[in-house]
């Protein structure tokens, strides 16, 4: 089926991919993602599965093989919380000029010098690129 230009990124999703809407981990490897950097916010994004002849697949393999230079993702569950906490720091070094790294870096660094100190709280956030 034809995608029709000037469609929403979402309509062309509904056409392109599963009837429910919903995006596939088998899916996400058929894209052309042009970002620099994916966020995956959700727990064990990073966790993969050992597929035989394919190797371990993730969330974050799937976008890493589909063109995206930069992924963030979790090893692990990371309470809603503490995530949005993670996140709105990371954000907020990038926004102020930060590289990727050093965001994550500083991020973790007010982690460990806070009440969140724990590494449960902060290590499972991992950047590849």
Not at 31 to 58: F, H, P, R, W
Not at 63 to 75: H, P, R, V, W
Request: net charge neutral.
């Amino acid at each position: 089926m034809k995608v029709k230009e000037g469609q929403s990124l979402l309509d062309k999703t509904h056409q392109l991919f599963s009837p429910d809407g919903k995006l596939n981990l088998f899916e996400i490897y058929s894209l052309e993602v042009k970002s620099d950097l994916v966020t995956l916010c959700m727990c064990s994004s990073g966790y993969g599965k050992q597929n035989a002849g394919e190797g371990i697949t993730s969330l974050s393999h799937a976008f890493y093989y589909s063109g995206a230079k930069n992924i963030l993702y979790t090893l692990w569950n990371i309470s809603d919380f503490h995530s949005n906490t993670f996140m709105t720091t990371f954000y907020q070094y990038l926004n102020s000029g930060h590289s990727y790294s050093r965001a994550l870096r500083k991020t973790k660094l007010d982690f460990i010098n806070s009440d969140f100190n724990l590494p449960v709280f902060w290590s499972g956030f991992l950047l590849n690129g």
